[in-house]
């Protein structure tokens, strides 16, 4: 299948709470890019599809290497489709379900998905559904995070809890984020804090780290890190998030 006239469209790699991913080939640049289709019940609604491609081109000026390049949106025959840069690595989630994640690595993933966020959020941009299926590990050790906003968007989430996918991902979402209410950079922090403490466990600052996630994953917004950068401030006293020291 071709789309917009230059996107081959190939094999499906999957589905997720918003889209059915496709491999595809730019044939305007030979680059290997991913199509990502909304799910029809999103795209039957004009509103929703509609909010989807602006919130999708405002990620369009998210420009950092630790988040995955929007190329393209548009909408054809019905449906809504974006076009990323195709990222030769599995999403964070079938690392830590397979145990991958060495210490080091933890620190060198973690560190790479605190700048990107930290850039988005200089940038006004929240993620809101932040979680492990949406950061992908290019080689080497290096997170990539994909799809800024689109939590902001509750028939996504309606839509989603139908499908039953959700029990996958809530456990990474701050609290205030289960209960439907919009995104926030401190309910981006919430999971940023329970991925600090999945990927850095074995460290000789460990009592330090502790604190650092208890606050991060507090149950009342307005006592975390207000911002990723408020974060990374803070692990940098123990030297984890700059130099990746121990």
Excluded at 11 to 31: H, I, M, N, Q, S
Excluded at 57 to 62: A, G, P, R, T, Y
Excluded at 104 to 131: N, P, T
Aim: net charge negative; with cysteine; proline share 3%.
């Amino acid at each position: 299948m071709m789309l917009a006239g230059r996107y081959v469209v190939g094999p499906c790699l999957g589905a997720g709470t918003w889209f059915t991913v496709y491999k595809a080939e730019d044939t305007l640049t030979g680059r290997l890019v991913v199509a990502k289709m909304l799910h029809e019940e999103l795209a039957e609604s004009i509103v929703v599809a509609e909010d989807v491609l602006a919130t999708i081109e405002q990620s369009v000026e998210l420009k950092h290497r630790n988040i995955v390049m929007v190329h393209d949106a548009f909408a054809v025959g019905g449906s809504v489709w974006q076009i990323d840069e195709y990222i030769d690595g599995r999403t964070l989630f079938a690392w830590l379900r397979e145990g991958l994640v060495t210490t080091s690595a933890g620190i060198i993933i973690f560190r790479s998905l605190l700048q990107g966020v930290e850039y988005a959020h200089s940038k006004g941009a929240v993620h809101g559904c932040l979680d492990p299926t949406s950061i992908r590990i290019a080689v080497p050790a290096t997170a990539k995070v994909a799809d800024f906003g689109l939590t902001a968007l509750d028939p996504g989430l309606a839509a989603a809890r139908t499908r039953g996918t959700l029990h996958f991902y809530e456990p990474y979402w701050a609290p205030e984020t289960r209960a439907g209410e919009g995104p926030t950079a401190a309910g981006d922090v919430y999971t940023l804090g329970t991925l600090l403490e999945a990927l850095v466990r074995d460290n000789n600052q460990r009592t330090a780290l502790q604190e650092i996630v208890a606050q991060a994953t507090a149950l009342h917004p307005e006592v975390r890190y207000q911002s990723a950068a408020e974060l990374r401030a803070a692990l940098d006293v123990i030297s984890i998030s700059v130099d990746g020291g121990s």
